[in-house]
């Protein structure tokens, strides 16, 4: 069984820069295609970002694009999502999702992790 584990959300002001962390156990990561999701209160869970087994392929949200960054490290079994420019619409709990399809729908991904907070407020 696969799981997830997501670190390095925290308050930060807008214009502040975050690296999210997603730690995979229970398998190989290699063998899944990542996702980077959002939520925030009241509102829909938002596909981010996401990443292919190899890491060759990548998209982002459109609100995303350009200040956002997904990349993998296969050997550490660890996803990351390097977010600059943040801005207080970033506020969200920020989930990875690992599955065997590729996309910004949460609907292809099997495993979640628990999420952690991303606040973006002076």
């Known amino acids: 069984q696969l799981q997830l584990v997501e670190s390095g959300g925290e308050l930060v002001q807008p214009g502040g820069s975050l690296r999210l962390s997603c730690a995979a156990s229970?398998?190989?990561?290699?063998?899944?295609?990542i996702g980077w999701f959002r939520q925030a209160p009241g509102k829909e869970r938002e596909g981010v970002s996401c990443?292919?087994?190899?890491?060759?392929?990548?998209n982002y949200a459109d609100s995303v694009k350009g200040r956002f960054t997904i990349s993998r490290d296969n050997a550490k079994n660890t996803v990351y999502l390097r977010m600059n420019s943040l801005k207080p619409e970033d506020t969200a709990v920020y989930y990875c999702?690992?599955?065997?399809?590729?996309?910004?729908?949460?609907?292809?991904?099997?495993?979640w992790g628990q999420g952690t907070q991303v606040t973006v407020s002076s």
């Open positions: 999702a690992a599955g065997r399809f590729y996309g910004l729908g949460p609907n292809v991904y099997a495993y």
């Open positions: 229970g398998l190989p990561l290699v063998y899944y295609n």
């Open positions: 990443i292919s087994k190899s890491g060759d392929s990548t």
